[in-house]
């Protein structure tokens, strides 16, 4: 009862609040698509109007990440009184995730769903997430995020260049696949040329797994495969089914060799913008969507996974992973010689 109580108050609270504030975007810049007419410059945003703040995605709605990103925007909605929601862009519709990670900087969109090279191409620190066999599992990771005091200081990072991460999203664990053999230990991956994302650390990490990486975004790997441009790509099990990878690449190797995170960032004048009241539960709920996704992850793999016609796809569980391990050494030796990766390399290892 007294909770109840407690939450009438914070909404009446809140309506007022924002009505005062006019729903969040004067002052700073403007953030979101304001529904309700043109907005010339200066103008003042009518009070009561509603804020949509853009969301690029690359990958279908289906997708855990989508379907959590849905939960935010409804009770953002809910809890603003209407001011607030999320509209998410799924398929790449606002670009590749390059691109999106670009417009968000500059606010001509709100926010995106970034790979982590998307943020180790402005911060070192986020280059230690992009080293294979960093974490142990995907709870190490999730456990890394939610318990080591290196976090806030990884986060704060990348405000200076106009960007402020919101939320952690698992983006589960990274294995081979290729067209036409599967990879059973590190010996197979041999003059392979693999997809992989942008970044120089996985370029290396194929080079030390004696195959050759073509960097390329989400939209252009199946049709990459299947010309024939690329042997294969690697990707979390989600991203292989949903964006139908299997149809191409049918042998799946578990290799396991990165566990890398997504980033949900937004323009950071867009966040400022927001009066205090929306902050605290933005920021609420960013951390509630953080813990949706990873509980969506697990079962959705087990669901996908199950749907693969195993005559046609074949999925070798049985990897030397060690093999891989040992090939990638001479990599986290490398790295570790940058102060700021061996920082968060070390705050990572200290939390088991
Ligand atoms: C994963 C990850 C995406 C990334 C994609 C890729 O699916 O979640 O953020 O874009 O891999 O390989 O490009």
């Not at 010996?187 to 073509?214: F, P, Q, V």
Request: hydrophobic residues 35%; glycine residues 6%; negative net charge.
């Amino acid at each position: 009862m007294k909770r109840k109580i407690a939450a009438f108050v914070m909404s009446i609270a809140m309506v007022f609040s924002l009505a005062a504030c006019g729903g969040g975007n004067e002052g700073g810049q403007q953030g979101g698509n304001q529904e309700g007419g043109q907005k010339t410059e200066g103008e003042q945003k009518p009070s009561g109007k509603a804020v949509t703040l853009k969301c690029a995605f690359n990958q279908t709605e289906d997708h855990p990440q989508f379907r959590a990103m849905q939960e935010f925007s409804t009770a953002l909605e809910e809890k603003t009184n209407g001011a607030y929601k999320i509209q998410v862009f799924p398929n790449e519709t606002l670009g590749p995730q390059a691109e999106t990670m670009n417009q968000c900087r500059t606010g001509a969109i709100d926010m995106a769903i970034v790979g982590n090279s998307h943020l180790s191409a402005l911060s070192d620190y986020y280059k230690t997430f992009d080293m294979p066999f960093l974490f142990n599992s995907k709870e190490h990771a999730k456990k890394f995020i939610d318990e080591s005091e290196e976090v806030a200081k990884i986060y704060s990072d990348t405000e200076q260049y106009g960007v402020k991460v919101v939320a952690y999203f698992t983006a589960g664990v990274r294995n081979m696949y290729t067209k036409n053999k599967a990879i059973s230990s590190v010996a197979d991956m041999k003059n392979l040329k693999i997809r992989t994302m942008e970044s120089d650390t996985y370029a290396k990490m194929m080079e030390n797994l004696g195959g050759k990486a073509t960097p390329m975004s989400m939209g252009e790997v199946y049709t990459a495969i299947q010309s024939g441009v690329v042997d294969g790509a690697e990707n979390n099990e989600v991203s292989y089914v949903n964006s139908k990878h299997y149809e191409v690449a049918p042998y799946y190797s578990m290799t396991q060799h990165l566990i890398v995170p997504d980033w949900l960032v937004i323009n950071k004048s867009v966040y400022d913008s927001f009066p205090d009241d929306v902050k605290t539960v933005f920021d609420e709920l960013s951390l509630e969507t953080q813990n949706k996704e990873y509980q969506l992850w697990d079962e959705e793999v087990e669901k996908l996974m199950a749907t693969l016609d195993t005559s046609k796809v074949t999925i070798t569980t049985d990897v030397d992973v060690p093999s891989f391990q040992d090939a990638v050494k001479p990599l986290h030796d490398e790295l570790t010689q940058n102060e700021k990766i061996k920082e968060v390399y070390d705050a990572v290892r200290a939390v088991q």
